[in-house]
């Protein structure tokens, strides 16, 4: 007995040190169309959509606590057109660590002019929130599941390489089913193109741009994790990692998942590239200027050094 008791309380930490995948931190904001004093029913949203993202397993790896993959969502009820029917735009930010420092890098920036802006929703206090992918309760658990696939997928894919494919086939499939069950701007393949959720999954699942993912991969598994040993190999990795970028944005010039790539790296890239091999900085300059040439003037930090 006295054997058996440690290995007990052993598994019982072990078991306890396992965590769900997600690390969210969920905002409800109201914006200034939305006048109301009854403010207990956004605060209860914003704890059983937290709720909803954290607790539930949504792969079947084991995480532990201190690897769940950080995000936020921030949420901006636009319209309220009864007491439980809203119309919101949703911000969607994650990043993931990198090997050997204090540092986030920055993986889905949906931010600013890509926000999510096609929300409509049912909810009232105290909803219970069911989800099963293949018969969808409510476009409440089909935007939250659809968001935290994304998230996993492109996590995955920064550790290993395709390694989100499962994960994007899964958004894709809530997104053609979201689209005949409840509608809406968001889950339509021709309102808002090519911005919309219908083409976010889209590139990630389509072949054609599989270079773009790829990238994701060089650049920060073998490029961000190992820049604490050799800073001039790693920036070279990701000089090549911005070459599939490139590849991608030549077979579809409007893919989605180029932009926000682009999006969310842009200020790293300059701090990558504004130090080291002076050719490779040039080269890196002029390549992202042909991706974001809009940025032309923020890029020439990098050979202001």
Known sequence: MKKVLPILIALL???GARAQELNANVVVNLG???QTTERTVFTDMENAFTQFLNNRKWTNDNFNVEERIDCNLIISIEKMNSVSSFEAAVQIQSARPIYNSNYQSILLNM????????????????QPLEFNENSLQNNITAMLA???YVIIGIDFDSFSRLGGTKYFEKARNIANNADQQFGGNG???FVSPPRNRYWLVENFNNPQLQSAREA???YHRLGLDTFDQSPDESRKTILEALKKIQTANRAN??????TLFLFAKA????????QGDLGTRRQAYDLLVQLQPTKTAEFQKILSN
């Open 146 to 148: 659809y968001y935290a």
């Open 216 to 218: 994701i991969y060089d």
């Open 253 to 258: 010039p409007n893919a989605y998942i180029v």
């Open 32 to 34: 200034p169309q939305v």
């Open 187 to 189: 889950w339509k393949q």
């Open 111 to 126: 931010a600013q002019n890509y926000a999510d802006n096609n929300w409509d929703f049912d909810y009232v206090t105290s």
């Open 267 to 274: 200020d790293e890239l300059i701090n990558i590239f504004s």
């Open 13 to 15: 930490f072990a078991t």
